[in-house]
């Protein structure tokens, strides 16, 4: 029947995993090269993953190294491989590829698109990053807020709660989770009616003692506000 494998190639698959696999786990990384180079698929990854694991000798990572890992596996991931996909994205933005993860992120790599929205963020090429956001690149949207959000550029973000509809808005809620470090971002959500948002805002207030906005917060209906409000004054 078509799709089905035999026992024999079954065995034989498993034999060469089981090879690979202890090759690597004995670090013998130049008979893993040479079966790489013979066209072993099983020494190809284990090689590759073998070598990741070297490629941080401190903090920052090895470039020879992970360099290597990702001539490995790059035919693996362009061969439709997803866990190679997966490697081969993490490793190029270790490596500060961006060229590369354009490319990917662009010929459809959902892996890609996750670690270049995220890498464009830590390079502060935020325009890039609201370009991809624009054309749909759901990564890049949801690290354009967090971004937004974690910087306290609140007026972009209000702007864009604004605009969104209910589904987005509620995405944008999602992606922040009520406790974003710039205070006037974490107020533009809470004044738009995130919940989680407005209560994380209250108890900061609370904690600082700013008496004056929580009782403005208290007096505009706001249950948190009151409730805090309480606390503080009774207390006083």
């Given amino acids: 029947m078509a799709g089905l494998r035999s026992p024999d190639r079954d065995a034989s698959d498993a034999a060469g995993w089981w090879r690979a696999y202890q090759l690597a786990e004995h670090d013998q990384a130049d008979e893993l090269r040479k079966l790489a180079a013979a066209g072993d698929d099983h020494a190809r990854r284990h090689l590759a993953s073998w ?3 070297r490629g941080f000798p401190g ?3 090895d470039p020879a190294v992970l360099g290597e890992a990702i001539e490995l596996i790059r035919p693996l991931a362009d061969a439709g491989d997803d866990v190679a996909e ?4 993490r490793w190029l933005a270790d490596c500060d590829r961006l060229a590369e993860l354009r490319e990917r992120a662009d010929s459809g790599s ?3 698109a996750r670690k270049l929205a995220r890498l464009l963020a830590d390079h502060d090429l935020l ?4 370009a991809r956001a624009g054309r749909g690149d759901f990564h890049a949207y949801r690290v354009l807020i967090k971004t937004l959000a974690d910087r306290d550029m609140h007026e972009e973000l209000r702007e864009r709660v604004e605009a969104a509809d209910p589904p987005t808005r509620q995405l944008i809620f999602d992606v922040i989770g009520g406790t974003p470090a710039g205070p006037n971002a974490l107020r533009v959500l809470a004044d738009l009616g995130h919940g989680a948002s407005r209560h994380f805002l209250v108890r900061c207030l609370a904690r ?3 008496v004056d906005e929580l009782r403005q917060r208290a007096e505009s209906g706001d249950d948190y506000a009151q409730y805090w409000l309480g606390e503080i004054t009774g207390r006083s």
């Fill in 59 to 61: 903090a920052e990572p």
């Fill in 86 to 89: 997966l490697w081969l994205a």
């Fill in 127 to 130: 325009d890039e990053l609201r």
């Fill in 208 to 210: 600082a003692g700013d």
């Fill in 110 to 112: 959902y892996h890609a």
């Fill in 51 to 53: 070598l990741s694991d």
